[in-house]
């Protein structure tokens, strides 16, 4: 069974670094390409951020350069750095593994003064 756990969502003020984690199982994370999407309320989801299982990766325009998506192969694990955060960064943040149309539950990631 294909499981997305995402963590590492809070409160920060602009400016400011959060580190997004999710753990994954039931498939092989290696060879897999994941993704980071973010949706705000009433609004798609959008992608943020894809890495390949050859760690090649894409980014939105709107968070490149400050946002880095990365994977740990041994920890089964993807991670999104985000830093310089903005107030438009405000959104409820998931991991998903297109190859089996799977999303984790989300984590709250807040940007305010």
């Known amino acids: 069974q294909v499981q997305l756990v995402e963590s590492g969502g809070g409160l920060v003020q602009p400016g400011g670094s959060l580190r997004l984690s999710c753990a994954a199982s039931g498939f092989n994370f290696r060879l897999s390409s994941m993704s980071w999407h973010r949706q705000y309320p009433g609004k798609e989801r959008e992608l943020v951020a894809g890495?390949?299982?050859?760690?090649?990766?894409i980014y939105a325009d709107s968070v490149k350069d400050r946002f880095t998506i990365s994977r740990d192969d041994s920890k089964n694990t993807m991670y999104l750095q985000m830093n310089d955060l903005k107030l438009e960064d405000t959104a409820v943040y998931y991991c998903?593994?297109?190859?089996?149309?799977?999303w984790g539950q989300g984590t709250q990631v807040t940007v305010s003064s």
């Open positions: 890495s390949n299982s050859n760690s090649q990766t």
């Open positions: 998903y593994a297109p190859r089996f149309t799977s």
